[in-house]
């Protein structure tokens, strides 16, 4: 007996497209999502993925990011795995934790995680996910939804998996419109999203390379979408689900200065302290968030050069302020600057680069 529809949480503004933090492992988590609320919450997060094998017990910073939310947004909570047993055994533990619903990670392009046959693996077995999708939809009494790439090395298996997706009465699909194989880097295939947006009943987030409003309105108009799932342009840009929602609705922009940059770096360094943490780890794991940051503050890639060496907090923000309140009053740049790239080599996939960490991604 197929469950009844459910309805998705309202979106912050009724009547605009919706908006979505893009799950991030090692990103989106307690702090981050309080400090992305700060500058204007998307309608909707997601927490990196929860590991689901035979000795998993659903991770307790992961748990805090939905026990502790205090943004007043929903939180998907999402989940890696293959094994039907433990997967609906982990939404059972969820069950008493205030979520939104449950989201199964069809994407990750990690070679550690799809040679497991999870993650973006599965998109090679549509046979596997048609299990999955059923036992899920039976054993989550609220909302399922899915994020999928379009496929793993191509799309052959996408209408068949995107069937699956209308089956099982999935409510939110979000679609990361690159295979696989293609990770991080290659064009987004909006024509592939948009094709998903015909073929599925339910809505769908477009995700990948959203990276300002105005790119929003463009992706939205070229897939039908019914909202944008945002990641990393969130990392460099935290106003740009408030962005996305002027836009949507015909207002003038927030523009942030960079002085305003200056801000949101401490209130994330202050955000991400742990006690105990020593400052160069603390300093550290800081770098990989500003190695988004870094693509708008200046054209030649000067403050990325010169934060990457900084080895302290009073270097780090020594460097802040040089680059960031020289002339506070310029704005920070709504897209990244051309050739300003987050990392040089980032996620060559050489040998086994492990999962989706930031260390992965830019390093
Ligand atoms: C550091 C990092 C960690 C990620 N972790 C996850 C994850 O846990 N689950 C997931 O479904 N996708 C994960 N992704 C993929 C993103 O959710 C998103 O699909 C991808 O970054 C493309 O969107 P963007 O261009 O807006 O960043 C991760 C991406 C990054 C950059």
């Known amino acids: 007996m197929p469950p009844p529809t459910l309805s998705l949480p309202a979106g912050l503004q009724p009547g605009v497209p919706l908006t979505a933090l893009a799950p991030m492992q090692d990103v989106t988590d307690l702090p981050f999502m309080a400090v992305a609320a700060h500058y204007g919450a998307p309608d909707y997060y997601f927490t990196e993925f929860f590991r689901v094998h035979a000795q998993s017990r659903p991770e307790q910073h992961i748990l805090e990011a939905i026990d502790r939310n205090q943004t007043g947004r929903p939180v998907f909570a999402q989940l890696i795995g293959e094994d039907v047993?433990?997967?609906?055994?982990?939404?059972?533990?969820?069950?008493?934790?205030?979520?939104?619903?449950?989201?199964?990670?069809?994407?990750?392009?990690?070679?550690?995680?799809?040679?497991?046959?999870?993650?973006?693996?599965?998109?090679?077995?549509p046979a596997r996910v048609?299990?999955?999708?059923?036992?899920?939809?039976?054993?989550?009494?609220?909302?399922?939804?899915?994020?999928?790439?379009?496929?793993?090395?191509?799309?052959?298996?996408?209408?068949?998996?995107?069937?699956?997706?209308?089956?099982?009465?999935?409510?939110?699909?979000?679609?990361?419109?690159?295979?696989?194989?293609?990770?991080?880097?290659?064009?987004?295939?909006?024509?592939?999203?948009?094709?998903?947006?015909?073929?599925v009943r339910c809505p769908v987030l477009a995700n990948?390379?959203?990276?300002?409003?105005?790119?929003?309105?463009?992706?939205?108009?070229?897939?039908?979408?019914?909202?944008?799932m945002i990641g990393r342009h969130a990392i460099r840009n935290p106003w740009i689900f408030r962005q996305c929602r002027e836009h949507f609705s015909g207002r003038p922009l927030t523009r942030p200065t960079l002085a305003d940059v200056r801000e949101y770096i401490e209130r994330l360094f202050r955000a991400t302290h742990r006690p105990g943490l020593p400052d160069r780890l603390h300093v550290n794991k800081m770098k990989k968030y500003l190695n988004f940051v870094g693509q708008s503050v200046d054209p030649a890639g000067a403050f990325l050069h010169d934060m990457r060496r900084a080895g302290s907090e009073a270097e780090l923000f020594a460097v802040c302020d040089r680059h960031l309140l020289a002339e506070p009053t310029r704005e920070f740049s709504p897209e990244?600057?051309?050739?300003?790239?987050?990392?040089?080599n980032c996620e060559t996939p050489s040998g086994d680069p492990g999962e989706c960490s930031l260390e992965v991604i830019t390093s």
């Open 85 to 125: 047993g433990h997967l609906v055994r982990t939404v059972e533990a969820l069950r008493d934790h205030p979520i939104a619903g449950i989201d199964l990670n069809l994407g990750c392009p990690a070679p550690k995680v799809y040679r497991k046959n999870v993650g973006g693996g599965l998109l090679r077995e």
């Open 130 to 199: 048609a299990g999955i999708l059923a036992a899920l939809r039976a054993a989550v009494p609220g909302l399922l939804t899915v994020k999928m790439r379009i496929g793993f090395e191509d799309t052959s298996n996408f209408d068949r998996l995107l069937d699956l997706i209308n089956e099982h009465q999935v409510d939110l699909l979000s679609v990361h419109g690159r295979t696989v194989k293609e990770m991080y880097r290659s064009e987004v295939h909006y024509d592939w999203i948009a094709h998903a947006v015909a073929r």
């Open 208 to 228: 990948g390379n959203v990276s300002s409003a105005n790119r929003a309105a463009a992706v939205l108009a070229a897939t039908g979408a019914a909202g944008v």
């Open 336 to 344: 990244p600057y051309p050739g300003v790239i987050a990392r040089p």
